[in-house]
């Protein structure tokens, strides 16, 4: 077992990934409020080797008790701005909140306008704004690295 973990050890020295720019760390807590699961796929791609969000401090937490930052994806639905502004109460302070994706922005919704209760914006403060439909892994990263530095 010792063996295997130095190898592993070695494996990432040799990979070069290179050390992060800035300290500190970030909880994500994920709100799918009624996306098309593009913008749920390019955030799953942040996680992966190439982009690899954990070398950063930033993981995704199953409780908004856990999260400092509550990541919207898609339109929100009528159906989804109590249980949205429940995950948000439940946050300790201070806490952000992110839009990810045109749809949680508002701009370019998909689905039934009936069906519409806005943009993250109008439900909660929205402190990132990570555009495009869907934004790219790299897109992602970067706005969820640099919002390490709004909580300081």
Excluded: K, W
């Amino acid at each position: 077992m010792f063996v295997l973990l130095r190898h592993l050890q070695h494996l990432r020295r040799s990979a070069a990934l290179p050390a992060p720019a800035r300290g500190g760390s970030l909880a994500l807590r994920h709100v799918d409020c009624g996306s098309c699961n593009g913008c749920e796929h390019e955030l799953t791609n942040t996680a992966g080797p190439h982009y690899d969000l954990d070398r950063f401090g930033l993981s995704i937490v199953a409780s908004p008790r856990h999260a400092d930052v509550l990541l919207v994806t898609g339109s929100v639905t009528t159906r989804m701005v109590e249980p949205l502004r429940a995950a948000y109460a439940a946050m300790p302070e201070p806490r952000l909140v992110a839009a990810l994706g045109d749809c949680a922005l508002g701009a370019g919704v998909i689905g039934d306008p009936a069906q519409i209760a806005g943009s993250a914006d109008d439900i909660l403060p929205v402190d990132i704004r990570i555009p495009g439909c869907p934004p790219t892994p790299a897109a992602i990263a970067e706005a969820l690295v640099t919002a390490i530095e709004l909580t300081r």
